[in-house]
C-alpha cells in the first residue's frame, strides 16, 4: 500500500464518510456494519500554502502538490483477534499501514445505529485498542515459541531475546500498546519484525456534528483527555460537514466555510496530521515552469531527495543548492536569499529539512 494512514474504527463512526470527503471518491457509506469489506485507497493532495505560494511568486504554469495514501478499512468489532467480524482480513489491512486515524463517533442521533447501543468513545477506543493489543500478544507469543528452541540449546543471545519478548508481551497483557513500551536502537530491530499493530502512531479524529464543532461537547473533551495521556493527536470533525464542503467549488466553499466561522476544512488538518504522523516531510522545487511540492522521510539526506525525483539523479548525485522557504518568505525572493548569503551548497551528508527549496546538480 505505499506509505499509507488506516482510518479504523467501530462499524457507523463515520470512516467511509471521512474517506469520501478526503478523496471525494464514493466508498459506499451506509447505515450497517461491514459495508466496507474491501479496503478503499485513496491518493489526498497535501494542503500547503507554502505552495501556493511559491506558485504566486515564480508565476508558475503548473502546479504539484504532495500527497498522502488513506486506506478506509473495515469496522473492527469485539471479538476481531479472533476472526469476528472477518476481524483477520481487517487486522491484516491495518498491518499494512503505517499510522493509523481512529475515528470515534462523539456525536448523538437516533437515525444513526451505534453498534453498542449508545455513544461513549472513550470506550469505543477501549474495545478496538484491546483487539489491536491481543492480536499483538499472539504475534509476539509467536516469536517467544520461535527463540524458545534455541534458549534450550543455550544460546546466551535467544536468552536475552526472549527475556525482551517477555517483558514486552507482560506489557501487552496489562493492556498498554507496543508504541509506550520502552526500547532503543537495539530492540528497535525486534519492533520492525514483529510489525506490531499498537506500535502505529495514532490520530484520533473526534467526529462530532455541527453544534460539536462549533461549540464542542462531553464527548470530544474525553477524547482530548484520553490523547492527552497517550501524547496523541485528536482532530475534531463533522464528516457530514466535510463530505458537504468537498463537494463545493472553490467560490462557495469559502462562502460556506464562512457562515461556518470555520478558516479551513477540517479535513486540511486531518491530512496534514496523518502526514505528519507517517513520519514525513515536505521539499520544494521552484521555478516558471513548475512549482511541486516532493514527499521525503523525517531524515532523509539530500541524495535521498534527490531520488524521489529520479534515481539516477540519486545515483550520480553531486551537490544539492538549498534555501529554507522561511529565509525565501521573508526575504521576498530568490535573489534575495542569494544576496543574503543564504543559499547554500550542500552536499552527500546534509539532512533535509522541512521547506526546504532545493535544486540539484548531479552526473547522468
Given at each position: 500500500m505505499g506509505i499509507a494512514c488506516g482510518i479504523v474504527g467501530l462499524p457507523n463512526v463515520g470512516k467511509s464518510t471521512l474517506f469520501n470527503a478526503l478523496t471525494s471518491n464514493e466508498a459506499e457509506a451506509a447505515n450497517y456494519p461491514f459495508c466496507t469489506i474491501d479496503p478503499n485507497v485513496g491518493v489526498v493532495p497535501v494542503p500547503d500554502p507554502r505552495l501556493a505560494e511559491l506558485v504566486r511568486i515564480y508565476e508558475t504554469d503548473r502546479e504539484v502538490p504532495t500527497t498522502v495514501e488513506f486506506v478506509d478499512i473495515a469496522g473492527l468489532v469485539k471479538g476481531a483477534s479472533k476472526g469476528e467480524g472477518l476481524g483477520n482480513q481487517f487486522l491484516g489491512n491495518i498491518r499494512a499501514c503505517d499510522a493509523v486515524a481512529h475515528v470515534v463517533r462523539c456525536f448523538a442521533d437516533d437515525n444513526v445505529v451505534h453498534v453498542h447501543g449508545g455513544v461513549n468513545p472513550l470506550h469505543d477506543i477501549d474495545i478496538i485498542e484491546t483487539e489491536l493489543i491481543l492480536k499483538d500478544v499472539e504475534?509476539?507469543?509467536?516469536?517467544?515459541?520461535a527463540v524458545h528452541k534455541r534458549v534450550r540449546s543455550h544460546d546466551k543471545e535467544a536468552v536475552q531475546e526472549y527475556e525482551w519478548f517477555t517483558a514486552l508481551r507482560d506489557h501487552l497483557d496489562s493492556g498498554k500498546p507496543a508504541r509506550t513500551f520502552p526500547h532503543d536502537d537495539q530492540s528497535v530491530?525486534?519492533?520492525r519484525t514483529l510489525q506490531l499493530l499498537t506500535d502505529k502512531a495514532v490520530m484520533y479524529v473526534a467526529n462530532t456534528d455541527e453544534e460539536g464543532m462549533k461549540n464542542g461537547n462531553e464527548h470530544i473533551e474525553a477524547v482530548?483527555?484520553?490523547a492527552a495521556e497517550e501524547g496523541a493527536v485528536v482532530v475534531p470533525i463533522c464528516a457530514k460537514i466535510e463530505a458537504e464542503i468537498a463537494l463545493l467549488e472553490a467560490e462557495d466553499r469559502?462562502?460556506?466555510?464562512?457562515?461556518?466561522?470555520?478558516?479551513?476544512?477540517g479535513l486540511d488538518r486531518v491530512i496534514r496530521e496523518a502526514y505528519r504522523l507517517l513520519g514525513l516531510i515536505t521539499y520544494f522545487t521552484a521555478g516558471k515552469k513548475e512549482c511541486r511540492a516532493w514527499t521525503v522521510r523525517a531524515g532523509a539526506t539530500a541524495p535521498n531527495a534527490a531520488g524521489v525525483i529520479h534515481t539516477d539523479f540519486e545515483k550520480g548525485f553531486i551537490r544539492a543548492e538549498v534555501?529554507?522557504?522561511?529565509d525565501w518568505e521573508r526575504l521576498g525572493s530568490e535573489q534575495a536569499v542569494k544576496d543574503a548569503g543564504l543559499y547554500r551548497v550542500e552536499g552527500k551528508d546534509y539532512i533535509v529539512k522541512d521547506g526546504d527549496i532545493m535544486y540539484f546538480r548531479f552526473n547522468v
Amino acid at each position: 500500500m505505499g506509505i499509507a494512514c488506516g482510518i479504523v474504527g467501530l462499524p457507523n463512526v463515520g470512516k467511509s464518510t471521512l474517506f469520501n470527503a478526503l478523496t471525494s471518491n464514493e466508498a459506499e457509506a451506509a447505515n450497517y456494519p461491514f459495508c466496507t469489506i474491501d479496503p478503499n485507497v485513496g491518493v489526498v493532495p497535501v494542503p500547503d500554502p507554502r505552495l501556493a505560494e511559491l506558485v504566486r511568486i515564480y508565476e508558475t504554469d503548473r502546479e504539484v502538490p504532495t500527497t498522502v495514501e488513506f486506506v478506509d478499512i473495515a469496522g473492527l468489532v469485539k471479538g476481531a483477534s479472533k476472526g469476528e467480524g472477518l476481524g483477520n482480513q481487517f487486522l491484516g489491512n491495518i498491518r499494512a499501514c503505517d499510522a493509523v486515524a481512529h475515528v470515534v463517533r462523539c456525536f448523538a442521533d437516533d437515525n444513526v445505529v451505534h453498534v453498542h447501543g449508545g455513544v461513549n468513545p472513550l470506550h469505543d477506543i477501549d474495545i478496538i485498542e484491546t483487539e489491536l493489543i491481543l492480536k499483538d500478544v499472539e504475534s509476539v507469543e509467536k516469536q517467544m515459541q520461535a527463540v524458545h528452541k534455541r534458549v534450550r540449546s543455550h544460546d546466551k543471545e535467544a536468552v536475552q531475546e526472549y527475556e525482551w519478548f517477555t517483558a514486552l508481551r507482560d506489557h501487552l497483557d496489562s493492556g498498554k500498546p507496543a508504541r509506550t513500551f520502552p526500547h532503543d536502537d537495539q530492540s528497535v530491530p525486534f519492533f520492525r519484525t514483529l510489525q506490531l499493530l499498537t506500535d502505529k502512531a495514532v490520530m484520533y479524529v473526534a467526529n462530532t456534528d455541527e453544534e460539536g464543532m462549533k461549540n464542542g461537547n462531553e464527548h470530544i473533551e474525553a477524547v482530548r483527555k484520553r490523547a492527552a495521556e497517550e501524547g496523541a493527536v485528536v482532530v475534531p470533525i463533522c464528516a457530514k460537514i466535510e463530505a458537504e464542503i468537498a463537494l463545493l467549488e472553490a467560490e462557495d466553499r469559502e462562502l460556506f466555510l464562512a457562515d461556518l466561522g470555520m478558516e479551513e476544512p477540517g479535513l486540511d488538518r486531518v491530512i496534514r496530521e496523518a502526514y505528519r504522523l507517517l513520519g514525513l516531510i515536505t521539499y520544494f522545487t521552484a521555478g516558471k515552469k513548475e512549482c511541486r511540492a516532493w514527499t521525503v522521510r523525517a531524515g532523509a539526506t539530500a541524495p535521498n531527495a534527490a531520488g524521489v525525483i529520479h534515481t539516477d539523479f540519486e545515483k550520480g548525485f553531486i551537490r544539492a543548492e538549498v534555501m529554507s522557504y522561511a529565509d525565501w518568505e521573508r526575504l521576498g525572493s530568490e535573489q534575495a536569499v542569494k544576496d543574503a548569503g543564504l543559499y547554500r551548497v550542500e552536499g552527500k551528508d546534509y539532512i533535509v529539512k522541512d521547506g526546504d527549496i532545493m535544486y540539484f546538480r548531479f552526473n547522468v
